[in-house]
């Protein structure tokens, strides 16, 4: 069966450090990947996706992604985080095989201190 | 742009009312998605149509139901509303092979 995982429920960060938020997936066949971001009371908005090709992704708002096949992961970076950035953040994965169905992660808070 | 809209922001029901929840599209997608977020929890597909008239059953169908009759409009029926129900609910439509795009989400409360 699909499923994502990610293991921090909150990441802090100070402000123009680096981040990592982690995801890890388990599919059937190749996966369909994809980083969402959610700001308080608001539905959610697509970063990036990888979908074949090159295994650094790069999104929306300087957010970029890493396809690891082996690893099963495709963690979510970011070279120098902004306050704003403060959001929760969520991993999704799709097996191209399978259904229609994307499923989620449970989301990582990140919180960018000043 | 895309555009996915839900009905209501926010809701507040009584137990056992029946709740309707109405989602619509503006981009001639084919895939439509009812999910609940829980916190904790992430995001769990209720239900999905993949067409007209079209459903299936997600990972928690328990309690609701869904109705497309229009290719824009995705709706989700919560038949008889329970306390346990009270979540965010977040509906999605995607044509196929690419990301899905989200309405702003109903905070229903069930009291």
């Known amino acids: 069966a699909q499923s994502v995982a990610q293991p921090e429920d909150q990441v802090n960060v100070a402000e123009g450090n680096p981040l990592t938020v982690k995801c890890t997936y388990s599919?059937?066949?190749?996966?369909?990947l994809f980083w969402y971001v959610q700001y308080p009371n608001r539905g959610l908005q697509f970063l990036l996706k990888?979908?074949?090709?090159?295994?650094l992704v790069k999104g929306s708002y300087g957010f970029e992604a890493e396809f690891n096949k082996s690893q099963t992961s495709f963690h979510l970076k970011k070279p120098s985080a902004l306050v704003s950035d403060s959001a929760l953040y969520f991993c999704?994965?799709?097996?191209?095989?399978?259904?229609?169905?994307?499923?989620f992660g449970t989301g990582t808070r990140l919180q960018v201190f000043p | 742009d895309v555009k996915v809209t839900q009905s209501s922001r926010y809701l507040v029901k009584r137990t056992g009312e029946k709740v309707f929840l109405e989602c619509v599209q503006d981009m001639d997608h084919e895939n439509m998605f009812w999910y609940r977020q829980d916190p904790g929890l992430g995001l769990r597909l209720i239900y999905f149509?993949?067409?007209?008239?079209?459903?299936e059953k997600g990972d928690i169908p328990e309690g609701y139901s869904v109705s497309r009759e229009k290719k824009e409009r995705f709706s989700l029926i919560l038949e008889s509303a329970s306390t346990n129900q009270t979540s965010m609910y977040l509906c999605a439509s995607r044509p196929k092979n690419t990301e899905a795009f989200f309405g702003q989400g109903t905070r229903l409360t069930v009291v």
């Open positions: 999704a994965v799709r097996d191209r095989y399978n259904t229609d169905k994307l499923i």
């Open positions: 990888y979908i074949t090709g090159d295994n």
């Open positions: 599919v059937s066949g190749n996966p369909y």
């Open positions: 149509s993949y067409d007209v008239k079209m459903k």
